[in-house]
């Protein structure tokens, strides 16, 4: 009994352990991206609200795309895959940019990536008063769906962003071209998103296509919520199995490969 007792205690330290690291590491994630800068956290909110301006004016008065509350679509769709983009692609330096930690000192390495990704979800989260602005100048308003929406979603999303973090920063200690191929990649999902168009869009004969997209059913589902309309729970629930099925990959391809990194950095 006294050794189970100490053992929950050891378990229960470690744990503790790891969160008071994890908050570190987003703190310093924080001060670094701001570091010397005037807007700080603005910039974070400026940049999807300024490609969703660019994107109405493209397609709202030079197409004429006839589709409702426009500006609402696109917001709603931008600040979302915002924050899956930038976390995926600067998951490349989650490692490698760290790597005097990685030679120097000894701790869970995964709590790098996890800290890149809190960072960017704290960013969404703090960016949600200004889709909210919107809603509400379209006459719209946040619903009591919202309280158990808004986990759902977030866990969901957390789940994919760290699962393909985890396998980009992971990747990118071996193969430096990754940093690249994340890149061009992340332009092609954008298009193949539902972030500017709509899944009504889409002809029912290729409506599938929306299924092989991890990130179709999560960016939709923040629509819906946004905009108050009926969510798709089919398209929803096989994002989070593409999340779950991401998440158990790069936990594999990080404990395959995390034994290395000391030595390749």
């Known amino acids: 009994m006294n050794s189970l007792i100490s053992a929950n205690r050891d378990t229960s330290g470690d744990m503790r352990h790891r969160l008071d690291l994890l908050l570190v ?9 701001y570091k010397r800068t005037i807007l700080g956290y603005i910039w974070s909110v400026l940049q999807p609200l300024a490609m969703a301006m660019i994107y109405l004016f493209v397609f709202k008065l030079i197409f004429k795309i006839k589709i409702p509350d426009y500006t609402l679509v696109i917001l709603s769709g931008q600040f979302p895959w915002q924050w899956l983009a930038n976390t995926f692609n600067a998951s490349n330096n989650f490692f490698l940019g760290n790597s005097s930690l990685l030679k120097r000192v000894k ?16 960013h969404f989260v703090a960016s949600l008063p ?7 100048i379209y006459g719209r308003h946040p619903h009591l769906n ?3 929406l808004l986990p759902l979603l977030l866990l969901v999303h957390i789940c994919l962003t760290i699962g393909l973090a985890l396998i980009a920063a992971t990747l ?9 191929l994340t890149n061009i990649f992340t332009t092609m ?16 004969k ?17 629509r819906s919520m946004f905009m108050g309309t009926p969510v798709n729970w089919l398209l929803l629930g096989v994002s989070g ?9 790069g936990a594999l391809v990080y404990r395959a490969f995390e034994w290395r990194f000391a030595e390749v950095v």
């Open 130 to 136: 200004v889709i909210v602005i919107f809603i509400f």
């Open 25 to 33: 590491l987003v703190k310093k994630e924080f001060t670094v991206r």
């Open 107 to 122: 701790f869970p390495r995964f709590l790098l990536v996890l800290s890149g990704c809190c960072n960017d979800m704290i």
């Open 206 to 222: 290729y409506k599938f296509i929306l299924y092989l997209n991890p990130a179709s059913g999560l960016l939709l589902g923040w």
């Open 241 to 249: 199995l593409w999340a779950l099925g991401f998440l158990i990959i």
């Open 189 to 204: 999902w954008y298009f193949g998103t539902p972030v500017v168009w709509t899944a009504a869009m889409v002809p029912a």
């Open 172 to 180: 990118n200690m071996f193969f430096r071209d990754m940093e690249r």
């Open 146 to 148: 919202w309280l158990w």
